[in-house]
């Protein structure tokens, strides 16, 4: 048999839990060419949420590009990467890809290199110089217009992981891009993100070029009711018997959260399999397995933070719901010094990645790092 809970890599078809309500919502947008933020925590998602939406698009006739600019550290990283993942729908994937890009595209063929590995594939290289960066931008994405102005189809650009761009020295390739954007038509963007206060701060901040300019969709966790019966359903389509309350125990000890919920199942899973059957009991076990897995991880990452930022982490993990973090009760409580100090602490923790802040409330994003914190720095 094999494990039917899958985490850690994208998933479709009975593998994708339900997001019937967001994926309806997105078509509907995406059809009226609105430009769209997804943004989210890491694992939440996204990616197998958009793949799903492209199959519904590619029926009604769309063009999708899908551009992953998660290795962006530069530059030339943002035109390397958009041009590859372009010319894969506009070039095609044969020898003739450079004829096939200069019908469109004008100025960046002069600087492309075209290699051919040993099993026929070609892969294309870019050198431009720091001046014709920004000319390139312009080149490829208008390029990429007229393709699809050509085709007569509507079409849909995704930007994973648009935050990238953010951390570079200077917005300007924010800005060209944000120019060309606003004054194509029958063309939709969607922008995803996971760092939340990078991404946010790109379309919420007055003098970043993309403010205000799109529609915000915050990806919450999967409702418990429905991720419970996904679970229930998988074990037991996979052989599997499952006591009542175990998938309600999964979805709560993981909080809802896609990845970690399907972490913990995959483990109860592999404990079950010989028996063909899990207990509440197995669930208990399952969590246990995983944080002694995750041991020298996690004992890394408190090593690596200051005593100031290690209380603080604690605190957010031991507080009580109702808890204000700049009260004075929750400093004095936890020993975390100051307001000023409390702040500073969740800007590095948040900085880092390991929290992320929801509405009025600082949240750990690794659910498995809470509950080791709870168990093993709290005994």
Request: proline share 3%; net charge positive.
């Amino acid at each position: 048999m094999m494990n039917p809970f899958i985490y850690g890599e994208e998933v479709e078809g009975d593998n994708f839990c339900n997001r019937v309500q967001e994926i309806k919502e997105l078509v509907s947008e995406i059809e009226s060419f609105q430009n769209i933020l997804i943004y989210s925590p890491r694992r939440y998602g996204k990616t197998s949420l958009m793949n799903e939406v492209f199959k519904i698009l590619k029926r009604k006739g769309f063009l999708t590009f899908y551009i992953d600019l998660y290795p962006v550290v530069c530059e030339d990283d943002f035109i390397r990467i958009s041009l590859k993942s372009i010319s894969r729908v506009i070039g095609g994937s044969g020898k003739n890809i450079l004829n096939r890009l200069k019908e469109y595209i004008k100025k960046i063929p002069s600087a492309l290199s075209l290699t051919i590995s040993e099993d026929g594939t070609p892969s294309l290289g870019v050198n431009l110089s720091k001046t014709e960066i920004l000319p390139a931008v312009e080149d490829l994405f208008n390029g990429l217009y007229t393709y699809v102005e050509g085709k007569k189809k509507p079409a849909l650009v995704v930007f994973d992981e648009f935050q990238q761009l953010g951390e570079l020295e200077n917005n300007r390739v924010e800005k060209i891009l944000r120019s060309i954007i606003q004054k194509q038509r029958r063309l939709s963007y969607v922008f995803m993100g996971s760092k939340k206060h990078l991404i946010y701060d790109m379309f919420n901040n007055p003098n970043r070029p993309f403010y205000k300019s799109t529609r915000h969709f915050p990806l919450k966790t999967i409702e418990k009711s429905v991720f419970s019966r996904f679970i229930h359903r998988k074990f037991i389509k996979s052989g599997i018997q499952v006591e009542k309350e175990v998938p309600d125990k999964i979805v709560d000890a993981t909080e809802s959260h896609p990845y970690y919920a399907q972490m913990l199942a995959h483990m109860v899973w592999e404990l079950g399999r010989e028996k063909k059957y899990v207990s509440a009991e197995h669930v208990r076990i399952g969590i246990k397995k995983i944080l002694e897995q995750e041991e020298a991880a996690f004992s890394n990452l408190w090593d690596s933070l200051t005593l100031k930022q290690r209380r603080l982490l604690l605190a957010l993990c031991l507080k009580k719901e109702e808890k204000k973090i700049f009260s004075v009760d929750f400093i004095e409580k936890y020993n975390l010094g100051s307001g000023s100090t409390v702040q500073r602490g969740i800007d590095s923790l948040i900085n880092k990645s390991i929290i992320d802040k929801e509405d009025d409330r600082y949240l750990i994003n690794d659910i498995f790092l809470k509950l080791w914190l709870k168990t093993r720095m709290n005994p």
